[in-house]
């Protein structure tokens, strides 16, 4: 289904409560960070992610994130077409909200090469944009929180700063994390 562009990036039922949020102070301005942080999702987009955040989930485990962007009451899962199709509509307006789901998909992996899965974990992830402010919420929706709210967040503040330095601009400061 194509989103429409009234509902596009919006989670009409987006849960009240959350586990963890973080105020950045942009350096860039607000349509570059939106192009950042979707150009960040799409490339890790049903890859294996490495580095510091393995550390959370063991030895032999391998580390998947998806990522769909939200339409309305249903999520697209940002490929191609729907990178392309959000990218646009930045040319055209500023969102104010970009909601996303997030799974992390688990997989132990075995000596002989095959993968076994375990149990996913499924965030929400609100991100508010005004002039020189980008606040991200995140919501667990459920799995064990192998990786947990405050270390997806420092995750994706990871991706967004390094696709803003490829603009020339330098990383958004944390200016506030919230942690329960």
């Not at 030895?59 to 309305?72: P, R, T, Y």
């Not at 697209?76 to 500023?94: F, H």
């Not at 998909?105 to 508010?128: Q, S, W």
């Amino acid at each position: 289904m194509k989103p429409t562009k009234r509902s596009l990036g919006v989670y009409l039922d987006f849960p009240s409560t959350y586990n963890a949020s973080m105020l950045l102070e942009l350096n860039a301005p607000v349509d570059e960070a939106q192009r950042a942080l979707l150009n960040f999702l799409h490339n890790i987009n049903g890859r294996s992610v490495g580095g510091w955040l393995l550390n959370h989930v063991g030895q032999n485990v391998s580390v998947m994130l998806e990522f769909g962007v939200a339409e309305g009451l249903a999520f697209n899962y940002i490929n191609e077409e729907i990178l392309n199709l959000l990218l646009s509509e930045i040319n055209k307006r500023i969102f104010q909200i970009l909601d996303f789901f997030c799974v992390i998909r688990y997989y132990a992996l075995k000596n002989n090469g095959t993968r076994r899965a375990l149990r996913f974990d499924y965030y929400f992830l609100r991100v508010i944009f005004s002039r020189s402010e980008l606040e991200v919420k995140v919501s667990h929706e459920r799995g064990l929180g192998r990786i947990s709210a405050e270390d997806l967040l420092k995750f994706i503040l990871e991706g967004l700063s390094s696709e803003i330095a490829k603009k020339g601009f330098n990383m958004p400061k944390i200016r506030r994390l919230w942690l329960p």
